[in-house]
Every structure is written in C-alpha cells, then in structure tokens.
C-alpha cells in the first residue's frame, strides 16, 4: 500500500505496457474490409470553386467512392458549428457561420477539405484524389489579424463585415478609465503572442464502421474525450447521441488540439455509411499543419496604471485574437471567458476592463492549446510588470511582491471574475527568488560578459485558472477475476491519468494498487465524461473517484451486515477492511466483493459493491507559481542559450508529484519553444502556409534545455476534498514571459527594449543592430 500512497514520487503504471509496444493507438486499428480515405484538400486561401470533376478519380483502380460537399448536403449533413455563440458588447449577436465537413461554393484557408477519397489501399485513395479536379477563381486573401479589420481587407465571410467575429467586453470600463485618469504613471506595451501548431507525437485520426442493422455508428478516433464528438456528429447527421459510439484508444499527446469534432470525422461517418465498410483516415504530418486547430495568434495591447507607490491600480487590455477561417468548438470562448478570468493574475487590481476582438482571416482555425488563453493573458501581464519596473526603476522582483494579493485576503474575489481560494504568492515568489541566487545575478553577468556575452535574468509570476466540464463520472466495479475496474470520464494522452487514479483508488478502498485497472475512452461504457482539457482532470475526476468509493465502502457496510450477520451500523472499514466493531471479526473488501457475487450467482439476496457517481464540480481551481530563467545572448549570432530555469509551483497537493514535475518541465519546454523557436508563419499575399513542415517549423529539440528544476510548495486548495489545483498546463503557462523577460534583461544594455516571440537568432540580431545603429 505505501507504494501507491497519496505524495508518493509512483513511477507510471501505464509505461511498461506503452514501453513494450503494447499500447494500441489509433493506427493499430484494422477492421475486416476496412478501406482507406484521403482528402482532397484546397491549394488556396481564398477562392471560389467553380467546377469538381470527380470522374477521373473514380475510374482509379482501387477507388470506391469520391465524396464532395454536394454529396453531403444532398444527404442532409450539416456543418459544424461553434459550441460557444458570442454576444458583441452592444447586446447583438457575433458571427457563428457554418463549417461543412467539405467546401460548398468557396474555400477559406488552404487545406479546406474539398472531396474525400475512398480506396481499398492508402496508396490507391492517393491516386484517386490526384486525380480529382477542382476548378478555382481565386481571391484576394487576408492572414494578419491585426489587419483583417482594415478598411478594403479582404472579406473571410460576406455577413461579418471588416471580418469581426465578435467585439466582446469585461469589466468596469468606467471605473478602470477613472482609475488610469489619476495614476501617477501608466506602462503600455503591445504584444504578439505567435501562432503555433500542436504538434502532437500522434497525428490525428480516425476509423469509422456502420452497423445497417442497427442504423448505429462506431468511430475509433484519437480524442481528448469522445461525448463532445459524439454530440456533435449526432448534430450533423440530424440523429440521436445513441447512434454514435466513440471508442478512443492510446493517445500520443494533444494539447488541447484533439479535443474538437473535425471535417474528418464526419466524412468517415458519412463515408462509411455510404459504402457500407469501415474506412480509415490518419493524417500525414504535412496534412497536419493544415488541418489541425493551431493555437495563440493574438495581438494585444496592455496598460498597466500605476500609483507614487508603485502600486498597481487598473489593467486595460485591447486584443485582437485571430480565429481562422472558421470558429472552432470553443474557439471564442478561449480569448474571453477562459483568457480575461486570469487578466488580475496575483495582484490586486482595483479595477481591470478587457475588450476583445475576434476576427476572421484565411487561415486554419486557432481553439484551444495548452493553456487555452492563460497563456496569452499572463504573458501580457508579467511582460507589462516588467517594463513598468524599469519605468519606475524598482526591481522586478519588489514591484510584483508589493502588488500581490495578501494571504490574509484569501478568497479574494477579482475585478474580471475570479475568485481564488488560497494562494501565499509572496511565499512562492521569494522561494523562487533564493532557489535561483536571484541577489547574486550580477557576478554571474560579469562573467559571461568577459567571454563576450550579455547574460539576462528574467521572471514570470503566472495564475492559472483550470476549466472544463461542471461534473464528472467514475464507476467502481469488482471484476470476476480478482481485479477492481474503475471507469473514468477523462482522456489520457501521456499525463500519467492511470497512475493518480490508481492511488486514488488504492488510498480510499485500501486495494492494493497492482489489483486495479484504469478504464477510458468507450462512450458505450462511459455514459457520460467531461474528458482532458483544461488542467481538469484530478480535481475533477478525482473527486468523482472519491465520491464513488464512498459509495462502495456504504454498499460495503451493508454487505459486510450481511455476510458477518450483524448489524450495518456495527460494521467500521479501515485499510480495506470490514470489521465488527469491538471485535476482531473482520473481512477484506476484496473477499467481500467476491462472496456477494457468489451469493447472487446462487440466486441469494446479496449486495453488491459496485458504485457509479457523477460528482458535481463547483468551482475552478487557481494553481500558480513562479518561474525564472538565466540566459545568454551572443551578439554576434543573436543565438539565446538556455543556461538554467526553475519553477516553484503551488499546485496544491501533489498526489503525485514526479508525475507534476514531469507535466510541469513538459509545459516549459512548449512554452519555450514558443519564445524562441516555434512559429506559424503565413504569406500575407497568397495565404500560402510558409512553415508547413518541421523543415520551417522549429521545435525545441532536447539540447536547447538545461535541467528543469521544479519545487512545489503545498498549498492546498479548499474548493476541493482532495486539496489539488491542477498542474498539466501550469509549465506552458509561466514560461514564455520568463524566457521573454530574461532575454530582454539580457539585451537591455544594448538598447533594446522590446522584441515579441519568438526570439530567433535573426530576430535577436537584428535587435541588437537595430539598437547600436539607433545610439550612434
């Protein structure tokens, strides 16, 4: 038992089966009969489809069917749609227009899906959608959000004019406007928060088979969740949720990008019961730069007032997210409700007032990436602290711990929103401060500058807010052969779900850990889940398991009155065990599982321990944290090097904590791909995607990381039983601006006072220059 404690460092259960080659991911399906599809997808960014011809293609050797969008309009399908419609801060409605599964009349981004090929082999569905013919007249194109709203910009759709999706607001713009009136000093920055595209290890796809018989859909499909698909797929084929069964096996990584139904999965639902036999669609990596839901894209502009203390008294925000062609499932809700709820961050804003401008451009669709707006909005933040800082010439580190909001405050509700149960941020900020010898920075600046290179110091404070579902589900079932199955509303993708379950489990029922299985991903089984996405899944699922096993261990009681003969309320359970109590005649819940389930075999009154509970979840959760970086910049290459990061994260209680060590240094290495080498890149003329491989597209690659150094103060959380906060977004969310704010500390002798992401060698280069040519 002590090896699945609660705060045990537990190595992963689920890495011995996925180390083996025993995990079973999308790919590895492969049904009887089962054909293969490809997408015929736009070469434009904009233009009118004026003729398909279709007749080629389906004289290919191989090819069973080619699919165009007047084939499923035909059929009744309908688009997708946004699941969050926007109300504009004049009271009308924002734009929600249509997403067909394939273009009718025009396309909007480059990879739109116009037809949808079916063969027996991959390569002969190849072939025939080579030989598919679409006729264009193209148009003019508009990729920059910060011009799409420009008189003359090139229309994305014809009933959302200047391209505005929605112009939505939050909070006291009066009382903010009136507190920037008296302040001492007001900071203004404008920042770009860069595209990025996912990434994820595993492309998307998807296996689809139509029972006839049953008029009953089944879709194998890598998800984040499979209810959400299945609700929206039941949606588009005009049909109950009962016709669809989503069953999504292993999956290699997401990040927020494979929660969403896509055109695919329609397709193949439409494909395969059009021809009668399963058909599968797996992207290739180049086909996921253009069909995946990319992440970020927004331009802002932040002002922070000041007061002659140095106290923060007012934020006020402009930003312009950029939304794509289409709205993606929850694509307005990410810069507004999910990104505004953090604006406050830790300090103790009198007022905050945010407006944000969604708008369309002829680009993939941008939804949710890991931090789903958290992200963008602390970057802001921690980007302004730091300029006013040297504005007003007080160290970074005393102007943040003198705004932060006081322990003693606690809950302490914010102007945007939010209402944080718990948090010692000057706690974590001095901890982080001494774990990284923050006093003794400028020996260190010293040295690198006798080789030649300016060393920066930088830090973030950052303040997550977790998202999600309202409730989630856990079943606990004693399985004929000993084992203990728990079912579970959440999706893993490589977080380590199965572990803390397991522990949670172990812990509360006293099973030991080795005798339970973690079951996911079946919307048969799994009537109803939340799934993975927005830090959520511990503190949600969590306290349905908890939930859930309260309930085993009353059935428990009751059988164990039954099976010892005597009365429920005599009957104590501890450490796995039933007992009389005051005597020493007693029962292991395991061996009472298993004699109820002998009784009812024999026809016999028994009770059973098996539960299912869905456990309302009440509120969000506030991990937070600090995270501080130590660079050097070559000046002659404008080459940033890594030399160290640390994090000191209140994440709440750690039920595991190598498993949020090893999701915290996951978030940091996105979030620094992000500052310095990832972006998604557009031709502003011909829409054409510029970094459309990993040729163009640069990842961090481990030598770009030192060790990360993550130490996590407990601080627990008091909305939840199990004290936790939430920790898979928390390294994304801080490390961006950290890594930002160290590479301008470095470059500030220089004269360089602002850059935006990512800080390539060019970028940095051309600061410097730009800098030393400005001071002659």
């Given at each position: 038992?002590?090896?699945?404690?609660?705060?045990?460092?537990?190595?992963?259960?689920?890495?011995?089966?996925?180390?083996?080659?025993?995990?079973?991911?999308?790919?590895?399906?492969?049904?009887?009969?089962?054909?293969?599809?490809?997408?015929?997808?736009?070469?434009?960014?904009?233009?009118?489809?004026?003729?398909?011809?279709?007749?080629?293609?389906?004289?290919?050797?191989?090819?069973?069917?080619?699919?165009?969008?007047?084939?499923?309009?035909?059929?009744?399908?309908?688009?997708?749609?946004?699941?969050?419609?926007?109300?504009?801060?004049?009271?009308?409605?924002?734009?929600?227009?249509?997403?067909?599964?394939?273009?009718?009349?025009?396309?909007?981004?480059?990879?739109?899906?116009?037809?949808?090929?079916?063969?027996?082999?991959?390569?002969?569905?190849?072939?025939?959608?080579?030989?598919?013919?679409?006729?264009?007249?193209?148009?003019?194109?508009?990729?920059?959000?910060?011009?799409?709203?420009?008189?003359?910009?090139?229309?994305?759709?014809?009933?959302?004019?200047?391209?505005?999706?929605?112009?939505?607001?939050?909070?006291?713009?009066?009382?903010?406007?009136?507190?920037?009136?008296?302040?001492?000093?007001?900071?203004?920055?404008?920042?770009?928060?860069?595209?990025?595209?996912?990434?994820?290890?595993?492309?998307?796809?998807?296996?689809?088979?139509?029972?006839?018989?049953?008029?009953?859909?089944?879709?194998?499909?890598?998800?984040?969740?499979?209810?959400?698909?299945?609700?929206?797929?039941?949606?588009?084929?005009?049909?109950?949720?009962?016709?669809?069964?989503?069953?999504?096996?292993?999956?290699?990584?997401?990040?927020?990008?494979?929660?969403?139904?896509?055109?695919?999965?329609?397709?193949?639902?439409?494909?395969?019961?059009?021809?009668?036999?399963?058909?599968?669609?797996?992207?290739?990596?180049?086909?996921?730069?253009?069909?995946?839901?990319?992440?970020?894209?927004?331009?802002?502009?932040?002002?922070?007032?000041?007061?002659?203390?140095?106290?923060?008294?007012?934020?006020?925000?402009?930003?312009?997210?950029?939304?794509?062609?289409?709205?993606?499932?929850?694509?307005?809700?990410?810069?507004?409700?999910?990104?505004?709820?953090?604006?406050?961050?830790?300090?103790?804003?009198?007022?905050?007032?945010?407006?944000?401008?969604?708008?369309?451009?002829?680009?993939?669709?941008?939804?949710?990436?890991?931090?789903?707006?958290?992200?963008?909005?602390?970057?802001?933040?921690?980007?302004?602290?730091?300029?006013?800082?040297?504005?007003?010439?007080?160290?970074?580190?005393?102007?943040?711990?003198?705004?932060?909001v006081a322990p003693s405050a606690m809950p302490w509700q914010t102007p945007v929103g939010g209402r944080y149960d718990s948090g010692e941020f000057v706690r974590v900020l001095d901890a982080a401060a001494a774990k990284m010898d923050w006093s003794a920075f400028r020996a260190r600046r010293a040295l690198s500058a006798r080789h030649g290179l300016r060393?920066?110091?930088?830090?973030?404070?950052?303040?997550?807010?977790?998202?999600?579902?309202?409730?989630?589900?856990?079943?606990?079932?004693?399985?004929?052969?000993?084992?203990?199955?728990?079912?579970?509303?959440?999706?893993?993708?490589?977080?380590?779900?199965?572990?803390?379950?397991?522990?949670?489990?172990?812990?509360?029922?006293?099973?030991?850990?080795?005798?339970?299985?973690?079951?996911?991903?079946?919307?048969?089984?799994?009537?109803?889940?939340?799934?993975?996405?927005?830090?959520?899944?511990?503190?949600?699922?969590?306290?349905?398991?908890?939930?859930?096993?309260?309930?085993?261990?009353?059935?428990?009681?009751?059988?164990?009155?039954?099976?010892?003969?005597?009365?429920?309320?005599?009957?104590?359970?501890?450490?796995?065990?039933?007992?009389?109590?005051?005597?020493?005649?007693?029962?292991?819940?395991?061996?009472?599982?298993?004699?109820?389930?002998?009784?009812?075999?024999?026809?016999?009154?028994?009770?059973?321990?098996?539960?299912?509970?869905?456990?309302?979840?009440?509120?969000?959760?506030?991990?937070?944290?600090?995270?501080?970086?130590?660079?050097?910049?070559?000046?002659?290459?404008?080459?940033?090097?890594?030399?160290?990061?640390?994090?000191?994260?209140?994440?709440?209680?750690?039920?595991?904590?190598?498993?949020?060590?090893?999701?915290?240094?996951?978030?940091?290495?996105?979030?620094?791909?992000?500052?310095?080498?990832?972006?998604?890149?557009?031709?502003?003329?011909?829409?054409?995607?510029?970094?459309?491989?990993?040729?163009?597209?640069?990842?961090?690659?481990?030598?770009?990381?030192?060790?990360?150094?993550?130490?996590?103060?407990?601080?627990?959380?008091?909305?939840?039983?199990?004290?936790?906060?939430?920790?898979?977004?928390?390294?994304?969310?801080?490390?961006?601006?950290?890594?930002?704010?160290?590479?301008?500390?470095?470059?500030?002798?220089?004269?360089?006072?602002?850059?935006?992401?990512?800080?390539?060698?060019?970028?940095?280069?051309?600061?410097?220059?730009?800098?030393?040519?400005?001071?002659?």
């Amino acid at each position: 038992m002590t090896k699945f404690g609660l705060a045990q460092p537990v190595r992963r259960v689920e890495d011995p089966r996925l180390l083996k080659g025993a995990g079973r991911y999308t790919d590895d399906i492969v049904l009887p009969g089962m054909l293969h599809g490809v997408v015929v997808r736009s070469p434009h960014a904009a233009a009118r489809i004026t003729a398909i011809d279709t007749a080629a293609a389906v004289a290919v050797a191989g090819v069973v069917a080619v699919f165009t969008g007047a084939d499923l309009a035909a059929a009744g399908v309908d688009p997708l749609y946004s699941a969050v419609p926007m109300t504009n801060r004049d009271g009308s409605a924002g734009a929600n227009p249509p997403h067909p599964a394939l273009a009718q009349g025009f396309v909007r981004h480059v990879g739109d899906p116009v037809a949808f090929v079916v063969a027996e082999t991959l390569a002969a569905a190849r072939d025939g959608a080579e030989a598919v013919a679409v006729s264009y007249q193209q148009m003019p194109a508009i990729t920059d959000p910060a011009r799409a709203m420009d008189e003359g910009a090139a229309q994305v759709w014809a009933d959302a004019p200047h391209n505005l999706a929605f112009d939505w607001e939050v909070g006291d713009r009066a009382a903010t406007e009136a507190l920037f009136a008296r302040a001492h000093h007001v900071t203004r920055l404008t920042v770009i928060n860069n595209r990025v595209v996912a990434s994820s290890i595993e492309t998307r796809g998807a296996v689809a088979a139509y029972d006839a018989a049953a008029g009953r859909w089944t879709l194998w499909a890598n998800t984040q969740g499979g209810w959400l698909v299945k609700e929206s797929l039941a949606a588009a084929f005009r049909t109950e949720q009962a016709s669809f069964r989503i069953v999504t096996p292993d999956v290699g990584g997401a990040f927020g990008m494979k929660i969403f139904p896509y055109p695919e999965h329609v397709c193949l639902a439409f494909a395969a019961r059009a021809v009668g036999r399963p058909v599968k669609w797996l992207a290739e990596r180049a086909e996921s730069f253009l069909s995946d839901t990319h992440g970020r894209d927004n331009v802002t502009l932040g002002e922070l007032a000041v007061d002659g203390d140095g106290r923060f008294l007012a934020l006020r925000t402009r930003n312009i997210a950029n939304m794509g062609a289409y709205l993606s499932t929850y694509a307005p809700f990410i810069p507004t409700f999910a990104g505004t709820i953090v604006l406050a961050s830790v300090y103790g804003f009198r007022s905050v007032y945010a407006n944000v401008l969604g708008v369309f451009t002829h680009t993939v669709p941008v939804d949710a990436y890991r931090g789903a707006g958290r992200p963008e909005s602390n970057y802001l933040v921690e980007r302004l602290v730091d300029q006013a800082a040297r504005d007003l010439g007080i160290d970074r580190v005393e102007l943040r711990r003198r705004n932060m909001v006081a322990p003693s405050a606690m809950p302490w509700q914010t102007p945007v929103g939010g209402r944080y149960d718990s948090g010692e941020f000057v706690r974590v900020l001095d901890a982080a401060a001494a774990k990284m010898d923050w006093s003794a920075f400028r020996a260190r600046r010293a040295l690198s500058a006798r080789h030649g290179l300016r060393r920066g110091i930088g830090l973030a404070y950052y303040l997550e807010a977790t998202g999600g579902s309202n409730s989630e589900r856990a079943e606990i079932v004693f399985a004929e052969d000993g084992f203990v199955d728990v079912y579970v509303g959440t999706q893993s993708s490589g977080q380590g779900h199965e572990t803390a379950y397991v522990q949670l489990t172990a812990d509360r029922l006293g099973i030991p850990g080795e005798q339970i299985r973690i079951h996911q991903g079946d919307t048969d089984r799994i009537p109803v889940g939340g799934g993975t996405g927005g830090a959520r899944s511990l503190y949600s699922e969590g306290q349905a398991i908890l939930l859930t096993a309260r309930s085993v261990i009353d059935k428990g009681r009751q059988a164990a009155s039954e099976a010892l003969e005597a009365a429920a309320a005599d009957i104590v359970f501890e450490a796995g065990r039933f007992t009389i109590a005051g005597t020493d005649r007693g029962i292991d819940i395991l061996s009472l599982a298993a004699t109820q389930r002998a009784r009812r075999a024999r026809g016999e009154e028994a009770t059973l321990l098996d539960a299912a509970e869905v456990a309302a979840i009440d509120a969000h959760t506030y991990p937070n944290g600090c995270h501080m970086a130590e660079v050097e910049v070559d000046p002659e290459t404008g080459v940033v090097q890594l030399l160290r990061y640390i994090v000191v994260d209140d994440v709440g209680r750690a039920i595991n904590p190598l498993i949020v060590r090893g999701q915290v240094q996951g978030g940091v290495a996105q979030g620094f791909g992000q500052a310095v080498r990832e972006q998604a890149v557009y031709d502003p003329d011909s829409g054409q995607l510029l970094s459309g491989s990993f040729m163009d597209y640069a990842l961090p690659r481990a030598d770009d990381l030192p060790d990360i150094e993550v130490e996590l103060l407990e601080i627990p959380c008091t909305t939840n039983p199990l004290g936790v906060k939430g920790a898979g977004e928390a390294g994304a969310v801080g490390s961006p601006p950290a890594v930002m704010n160290a590479i301008l500390d470095a470059l500030a002798e220089a004269g360089v006072a602002d850059l935006d992401m990512p800080a390539t060698p060019e970028k940095v280069w051309k600061a410097i220059a730009a800098a030393e040519a400005t001071s002659l």
